[in-house]
């Protein structure tokens, strides 16, 4: 239990539930190198752009999915477009217990839906969680869609979704290859990169809303260079080419 | 153990009692001794909360509270901010999704007081302040003290409304019982639990002070 002073405020930044574990590592270095602290709300991307449009006092908005920065920007909520800093994968979460085997391909879940092994299968909620659509695109595109559908439980962001999985509560998932890295992850859980192919790409775009304050604008431009690139690199994020 | 979090809720459900203390005693007073046209729907309207599905407070909250509301707008000219999505849009969802709590364990208390006891105060010649403070709010004290009870605890624990027109902002709007969400949506059990154990400690301590003025109040009654 570590005590944590109150400390004055800093500009709060809404995540993309996929940055769980990537961004407290990019604001604790952040902070380290200018003094300045960022406050983290994390949750899905659909949900904060609709808390945006009703005013919800964020400064710097990461969003899964760019199409949501292009809606508010066309509400003229933004500074800008904003800039792309990371393309997100799709990973294939399977719970320890289950006896699913886990491959890219998904041959092993198809093979367990079709043995009737899956009862419950998670993936973040498709109305408003980015992953949660592109998760939907590539079981449909692989005809699993059907069988699934009746099975599935959704999570409130693609970071509930994933603990879902690993947490043995229900029996796979799909959600951020971003959060496989998570600490304190059993080390049995079996996680699997999925291909990019079968779904729309997810372009992590992130936007300073009119409110930004300096401190927002120096994180936003930090989060775009090279140390901060490292580290989404190594939560497994797809880089874009350096501006 | 997120203290931010932790000092959030404690202050969130004491200004919910800095309010609703002095309301309670105000309408509960009038609900218990006087008749009036409508009584039976303030006192509907009063209970809702216990019934209504938080996410229909929440709903209606963020409708009511927001940027292009008649309250929020109002709210942004006085204060410089919005008005959702803040500390003082909480503590007002806070407010009145308490309300039934606050007022009806006072309303009951203040029923039990016998006419008798009420007008002989009167014909003595005390002031009207006199007999609240010496008369009523003596005898009352039980139910009030359970209100109090009631109202921190259920602050502390409530969820859904808090996560609808909170938006879960360090320092701000995130509550323990969100924090707890947060954390085991960041697969950090181990401070879920310790938060979790926190607060069932917390509200266990609650009922049980409760209940323990009312046993003595109880014990009064009867050796008198």
Request: hydrophobic residues 50%.
């Amino acid at each position: 239990m570590g005590m944590k002073p109150v400390q004055a405020r800093g500009p709060v930044v809404a995540a993309a539930a996929d940055l769980q574990f990537a961004l407290p590592e990019l604001a604790a270095a952040f902070q380290q190198e200018t003094g300045h602290e960022v406050r983290l709300a994390f949750g899905s991307s659909g949900n904060f752009a609709r808390q945006i449009e009703q005013g919800a006092p964020f400064e710097l908005f990461l969003s899964a999915d760019q199409a949501l920065v292009e809606r508010l920007a066309r509400a003229e909520l933004t500074v800008d477009d904003g800039q792309l800093y990371g393309e997100g994968r799709l990973a294939l979460f399977v719970a320890a217990s289950s006896g699913i085997a886990v491959d890219s391909d998904l041959s092993g879940l198809a093979a367990a839906v079709k043995a009737g092994q899956v009862r419950r299968f998670a993936i973040p909620n498709p109305a408003h969680a980015p992953y949660g659509q592109r998760a939907e695109e590539l079981l449909r595109a692989k005809g699993l869609w059907e069988a699934l559908e009746p099975r599935l439980v959704l999570g409130e962001n693609a970071a509930q979704a994933a603990q879902f999985a690993l947490s043995g509560s229900v029996d796979a998932g799909i959600s951020a290859w971003s959060l496989a890295r998570a600490p304190g992850l059993t080390p049995e859980a079996k996680v699997v990169l999925l291909p990019a192919d079968d779904h729309a790409p997810l372009r992590q775009r992130m936007v300073l809303l009119k409110s930004a304050g300096p401190v927002a604008r120096r994180f936003h431009d930090w989060l775009l260079g090279s140390e901060s690139r490292a580290v989404l690199a190594r939560y497994g994020f797809d880089l874009p080419a350096q501006p | 153990m997120d203290w931010n979090a932790l000092k959030l809720s404690l202050l969130l459900a004491a200004a919910t009692l800095g309010v609703l203390l002095p309301l309670g005693v105000w309408l509960g007073r009038l609900l218990a001794w006087r008749r009036f046209p409508g009584k039976v729907l303030v006192e509907a309207a009063l209970a809702l909360p216990l019934v209504l599905p938080p996410t229909v407070l929440g709903f209606y909250l963020l409708v009511a509270m927001g940027g292009d509301s008649q309250l929020g707008q109002w709210y942004q000219a006085l204060a410089g901010r919005q008005l959702v999505f803040s500390f003082d849009g909480l503590l007002i969802a806070s407010l009145i999704f308490n309300l039934p709590f606050a007022i009806q364990p006072m309303q009951r208390a203040f029923e039990a007081i016998p006419i008798e006891v009420r007008e002989a105060a009167r014909c003595c010649g005390m002031s009207a302040w006199r007999r609240l403070w010496r008369i009523e709010l003596a005898l009352a004290w039980p139910g009030i003290l359970s209100a109090a009870v009631l109202t921190f605890a259920h602050t502390l624990g409530e969820f859904g409304v808090v996560l609808m027109v909170g938006g879960s902002i360090p320092g701000e709007t995130r509550t323990l019982a969100i924090s707890i969400y947060d954390r085991v949506q960041a697969f950090d059990t181990a401070g879920a639990a310790t938060m979790s154990a926190a607060l069932l400690a917390i509200s266990l301590a609650a009922i049980a002070i409760s209940y323990l003025a009312l046993n003595r109040v109880l014990r009064h009654a009867r050796h008198d």
